[in-house]
């Protein structure tokens, strides 16, 4: 168990809808991250917060947007759902986010869109 | 731009022998270089890292891994497979200061035949 906890665990739902994923960071941890693992582009960076800052962005689409709460916890939504957005996302964590820090991953949320 | 290649998406290894899985990276800047493992189901947790101390790095459930600058590698090994090692590697860099994002490879399927 790495500390990180995401919900939900599965979500299924319809092209063109919106959806949100949660993610809680280890406890102590300030650096959230987000990624997408799909059969086709493998695992990819999508952005990065950073108590309460975006830090970094990756190949995160317009369709989709995040933020990080006061409390730390993180959100990913998803906007006009395609049937390729259908993949696996993961949430991870690290204390201040520098580049030689462990990033602890959560379970992630497998997201079906159908 | 950084990028991490992986050769050999399935590898197929007896119990108890020699686990080689390769990684080469590139990076304009010293990397800082990990090896994640992930079992099926599961998020990605993290075997090793090298952050520019030891060239030969081990890691936890006997893996190690050494940083060889001149052939911009950096190979996982195990000298001796167990059948709970059956899971999917996945090599990652990160360069300091340019980012801090986690650019990950293909990854590497491991079948441990009894």
């Known amino acids: 168990d790495s500390g990180v906890t995401q919900t939900p665990k599965h979500l299924i739902t319809a092209t063109g809808q919106r959806v949100t994923l949660r993610c809680s960071p280890r406890s102590g941890d300030l650096s959230v991250y987000w990624y997408q693992q799909s059969l086709d582009q493998g695992l990819q960076f999508l952005i990065q917060?950073?108590?309460?800052?975006?830090?970094a962005k990756g190949n995160i689409l317009e369709r989709f947007s995040a933020q990080q709460f006061p409390d730390l916890h993180s959100e990913l939504n998803l906007s006009s759902l395609e049937l390729g957005d259908s993949a696996l996302y993961f949430c991870?964590?690290?204390?201040?986010?520098?580049?030689?820090?462990?990033?602890?991953f959560g379970p992630g949320t497998r997201l079906l869109v159908l | 731009a950084q990028s991490v290649t992986q050769l050999g998406s399935h590898v197929s290894v007896s119990e108890g022998a020699l686990v080689l899985l390769r990684c080469n990276y590139s990076?304009?800047?010293?990397?800082?270089l990990f090896w994640y493992v992930q079992y099926p189901n599961q998020g990605l947790q993290l075997l090793l890292k090298?952050?520019?101390?030891?060239?030969l790095v081990k890691g936890i459930n006997g893996f190690e891994a050494e940083f060889k600058k001149s052939e911009t590698s950096f190979h996982l090994t195990k000298p001796s497979a167990h059948m709970s090692d059956a899971a999917e590697y996945f090599c990652?860099?990160?360069?300091?200061?340019?980012?801090?994002?986690?650019?990950f490879g293909g990854g590497t399927r491991v079948l441990v035949k009894p």
């Open positions: 990076s304009s800047v010293p990397p800082y």
């Open positions: 990652a860099v990160r360069q300091g200061a340019a980012g801090n994002k986690l650019t």
């Open positions: 991870a964590s690290s204390v201040t986010g520098g580049p030689g820090e462990t990033q602890y």
């Open positions: 917060y950073y108590n309460g800052e975006e830090r």
């Open positions: 090298y952050t520019s101390a030891a060239t």
